[in-house]
């Protein structure tokens, strides 16, 4: 009974203080209750690395300029008198592996000589690369074989022609990057003994590739 | 997604065009030579001179100037060109020339007349050089129009370095030539001059000008086009205004043709001239007559460079050497010139004959108005690449030509 009483008198005695430090202190609790509610959580960061499979796409388009280097015959070699020139070209790429892609390139040069009439080239080849990666750098070794048509004021002639080059790109996004290509041309023109020349040219460019 | 749709399909757009202007490339060309690189290789550059490039030149006339190789290129400006650095193929050093006109005829008071205009000149040699004289139609701009008139102007007798010389000209008087002058010729030493006789009706006379007597005689009378060349064979002189060709002796007049195998072709004739032993003419529509000295004409056939081009429009011709040693060559609107044989081309050895060197193009795919022949120096008129020349002895190389 007398407990009861005491207990009784206690919980008249501490309620208001009770109260007191219930309003005092819930405003806090329920501060941090709402931030704890209101606060994002942050979004998984996405994985830019890409990663290639077999099937993944490259388009390349590149420009810049193109360096007539000489020409080779079969007792030595000679100027070749060009002017520096400029080279474009298009390619389509496919992975078969992460590093290795294959594809097809179709391009095209000019120059002009010492009688300013225009040396064109077209090639058309086939081509493999094996590309290396340091993240976000991509440095491919390629080359292309294949068949280059030249023409020269009124002549028209097919050659073959190899192309050997290195490059590197800038990952800009998953589906973008853009670089730097050095690319030799050999083009072996054989016409008898005494006017067959092995052209060398070397194609510095931009390039923009479009993964997909 | 979209988007990298639409970029997938824009580039491989691209990459199927580039393919296409390739192969269009390739067919639209005949595969054909086989010696591309060791052309280019083996190619010297064009010496060039400083006359403008696309000038357009009527004449040369080679001056006889204290041993001073000079001549003077018309055009609407006079050039003076005189050799500035040795050896045969050396470029000339061209200035344009100022000219001086007397005002009042007969006064012998020229002032300068920067705005006129030269239309045609030709040298009259005299028996010294002192007593050359240069003929020439000018156009002097008063205000509201042009006037032309002949005129007569001494050379100078000698070319200091650097001297630019100014040439004065007085009118020539001209007794008996009616109308308004358009142009001269020299033909065996003696002044033509071709002369627009009514503002009405578009006519034109030729006359026989005695530069001794400074009269003018009517030798050709209304023709619709004015007279474009002329040539001495076989004791006749030879003229070709348009499709007619009309020859005879001085006094005059000189009749219209009677020949019906060239009177009158569908196209007009491109040029006359009388090489060592032959008169040679050409025509518009691809033939080329000739004509031994009391001889019949012989024509070829309609030449073509390709089978499915058209016929060649033949302009001018000319000669060096005599004998068997000579050589004649024609121009053509677009192909060069073509080396002739026996004065005619025949259809299988036409591209063989064609000239110069193929990878000057401004040459050999230009279109060659005329040639002149002075001393042992060739001279060739093109239509938008200027004047060029070469050095020739007994035969003309490929290299060697400078542009002027």
């Given at each position: 009974?007398?407990?009861?009483?005491?207990?009784?008198?206690?919980?008249?005695l501490?309620?208001?203080?009770?109260?007191?430090l219930w309003?005092?202190?819930?405003?806090?609790?329920?501060?941090?209750?709402?931030?704890?509610?209101?606060?994002p959580?942050?979004?998984?960061?996405?994985?830019?690395q890409?990663?290639?499979?077999?099937?993944?796409?490259?388009?390349?388009?590149?420009?810049?300029?193109?360096?007539?280097?000489?020409?080779?015959?079969?007792?030595?070699?000679?100027?070749?008198?060009?002017?520096?020139?400029?080279?474009?070209s298009?390619?389509?790429?496919?992975?078969?592996?992460?590093?290795?892609?294959?594809?097809?390139?179709?391009?095209?040069?000019f120059?002009?000589?010492?009688?300013?009439?225009?040396l064109?080239?077209?090639?058309?080849?086939?081509?493999a690369?094996?590309?290396?990666?340091?993240?976000?750098?991509?440095?491919?070794?390629?080359?292309?074989?294949?068949?280059?048509?030249?023409k020269?004021?009124?002549?028209?002639?097919v050659?073959p022609?190899?192309?050997?080059?290195?490059?590197v790109?800038?990952?800009?996004?998953?589906?973008?990057?853009?670089?730097?290509?050095?690319?030799?041309?050999w083009?072996?023109?054989?016409?008898g003994?005494?006017?067959?020349?092995?052209?060398?040219?070397?194609e510095?460019?931009?390039?923009a590739?479009?993964?997909? | 997604m979209?988007?990298?749709a639409?970029?997938?399909?824009?580039?491989?757009?691209?990459?199927?065009a580039?393919?296409a202007a390739?192969?269009?490339?390739?067919?639209?060309?005949?595969?054909?030579?086989?010696?591309?690189?060791?052309?280019?290789?083996?190619?010297?550059e064009?010496?060039?001179?400083?006359?403008?490039?696309?000038?357009?030149?009527?004449?040369v006339?080679?001056?006889?100037?204290?041993?001073?190789?000079?001549?003077?290129?018309?055009?609407r400006?006079l050039?003076?060109?005189?050799?500035?650095?040795?050896?045969?193929?050396?470029?000339l050093?061209?200035?344009?020339?100022?000219?001086?006109?007397?005002?009042?005829?007969?006064s012998?008071?020229?002032?300068?007349?920067?705005?006129?205009?030269?239309?045609s000149?030709v040298?009259?040699?005299?028996?010294?050089?002192e007593?050359?004289?240069?003929?020439?139609?000018?156009?002097?701009?008063?205000?509201?129009?042009?006037?032309?008139?002949l005129?007569?102007s001494t050379?100078?007798a000698?070319?200091?370095?650097?001297?630019?010389?100014?040439?004065?000209?007085?009118?020539a008087?001209?007794?008996?030539?009616?109308?308004?002058p358009?142009?001269?010729?020299?033909?065996?030493?003696?002044?033509?001059?071709?002369?627009?006789?009514?503002?009405?009706?578009?006519?034109?006379?030729?006359?026989?000008?005695?530069?001794?007597?400074d009269?003018?005689?009517?030798?050709?009378?209304?023709?619709?086009?004015?007279?474009?060349?002329g040539?001495f064979?076989?004791?006749?002189?030879?003229?070709i205004a348009?499709?007619?060709?009309?020859?005879g002796?001085l006094?005059?007049?000189?009749?219209?043709?009677?020949?019906?195998?060239?009177?009158?072709?569908?196209?007009?004739?491109?040029?006359?001239?009388?090489?060592?032993?032959?008169l040679?003419?050409?025509?518009?529509?691809?033939?080329?007559h000739?004509?031994?000295a009391?001889?019949?004409w012989?024509?070829?056939?309609?030449?073509t460079?390709?089978?499915?081009?058209?016929?060649?429009?033949?302009?001018?011709?000319?000669?060096?050497?005599?004998g068997?040693?000579?050589?004649?060559f024609?121009?053509?609107?677009?192909?060069?010139?073509?080396?002739?044989?026996?004065?005619?081309?025949?259809q299988?050895?036409?591209?063989?004959?064609?000239?110069?060197?193929?990878t000057?193009?401004?040459?050999?795919?230009?279109?060659?108005?005329?040639?002149?022949?002075?001393?042992?120096?060739?001279?060739?008129r093109?239509?938008?690449?200027?004047?060029?020349?070469?050095?020739?002895d007994?035969?003309?190389?490929?290299?060697?030509?400078?542009?002027?």
């Amino acid at each position: 009974m007398l407990t009861c009483s005491v207990l009784r008198s206690a919980a008249r005695l501490c309620a208001p203080a009770v109260l007191v430090l219930w309003l005092l202190l819930a405003p806090g609790f329920a501060a941090t209750a709402w931030a704890q509610v209101a606060k994002p959580q942050p979004p998984e960061q996405p994985l830019l690395q890409p990663t290639r499979t077999l099937g993944d796409q490259v388009f390349q388009i590149s420009v810049g300029p193109l360096v007539p280097l000489f020409f080779q015959s079969l007792s030595g070699v000679s100027a070749t008198g060009l002017t520096l020139g400029g080279a474009g070209s298009l390619q389509w790429n496919a992975y078969v592996t992460k590093e290795v892609r294959v594809g097809l390139e179709v391009g095209g040069m000019f120059a002009f000589s010492r009688r300013r009439n225009t040396l064109l080239m077209v090639p058309l080849s086939a081509k493999a690369a094996y590309v290396l990666s340091a993240y976000p750098f991509e440095f491919p070794i390629s080359l292309g074989v294949g068949l280059n048509i030249v023409k020269y004021v009124d002549d028209v002639y097919v050659d073959p022609i190899v192309r050997p080059g290195i490059g590197v790109y800038w990952q800009y996004d998953v589906t973008w990057s853009f670089g730097l290509n050095m690319v030799y041309w050999w083009v072996p023109h054989i016409s008898g003994a005494t006017d067959t020349r092995f052209g060398n040219f070397l194609e510095i460019t931009l390039s923009a590739l479009y993964n997909f | 997604m979209k988007r990298e749709a639409m970029t997938t399909r824009a580039l491989r757009a691209a990459a199927a065009a580039a393919l296409a202007a390739a192969f269009g490339m390739l067919s639209a060309c005949t595969p054909s030579g086989g010696a591309i690189f060791a052309t280019i290789e083996q190619e010297d550059e064009t010496v060039e001179s400083n006359l403008p490039d696309t000038v357009s030149v009527t004449d040369v006339l080679e001056l006889r100037a204290g041993g001073v190789t000079s001549f003077v290129a018309v055009a609407r400006t006079l050039f003076l060109g005189v050799q500035s650095t040795a050896g045969d193929n050396a470029s000339l050093d061209w200035k344009a020339l100022s000219l001086s006109i007397e005002e009042t005829p007969g006064s012998g008071v020229t002032t300068p007349s920067p705005g006129s205009t030269c239309r045609s000149a030709v040298l009259v040699p005299g028996a010294t050089a002192e007593t050359d004289r240069i003929f020439a139609v000018l156009a002097a701009p008063p205000e509201g129009g042009e006037t032309t008139a002949l005129y007569r102007s001494t050379p100078p007798a000698t070319i200091a370095a650097d001297e630019l010389p100014t040439l004065e000209w007085s009118t020539a008087v001209s007794t008996g030539l009616d109308g308004r002058p358009e142009g001269v010729f020299l033909v065996n030493g003696e002044l033509f001059v071709t002369a627009r006789t009514s503002t009405v009706v578009t006519q034109y006379a030729l006359y026989h000008y005695d530069v001794s007597l400074d009269t003018a005689t009517v030798v050709i009378a209304l023709t619709q086009v004015p007279v474009a060349d002329g040539a001495f064979h076989d004791s006749a002189y030879w003229f070709i205004a348009g499709n007619r060709l009309y020859t005879g002796a001085l006094p005059g007049p000189f009749a219209l043709t009677a020949d019906t195998t060239i009177a009158s072709p569908a196209a007009s004739y491109g040029g006359v001239h009388a090489s060592d032993t032959t008169l040679h003419l050409s025509t518009g529509d691809g033939k080329l007559h000739v004509r031994p000295a009391g001889g019949a004409w012989t024509a070829s056939a309609a030449l073509t460079l390709t089978s499915d081009d058209a016929a060649l429009s033949f302009t001018d011709f000319a000669s060096i050497g005599t004998g068997a040693g000579e050589q004649v060559f024609v121009g053509s609107e677009g192909r060069g010139f073509f080396r002739l044989t026996g004065g005619l081309l025949d259809q299988e050895a036409l591209a063989a004959a064609r000239m110069p060197d193929r990878t000057l193009s401004e040459l050999y795919a230009g279109t060659i108005l005329g040639f002149v022949r002075r001393s042992n120096v060739i001279f060739v008129r093109t239509a938008g690449a200027g004047l060029w020349h070469q050095v020739v002895d007994a035969d003309l190389p490929l290299k060697g030509w400078v542009w002027d």
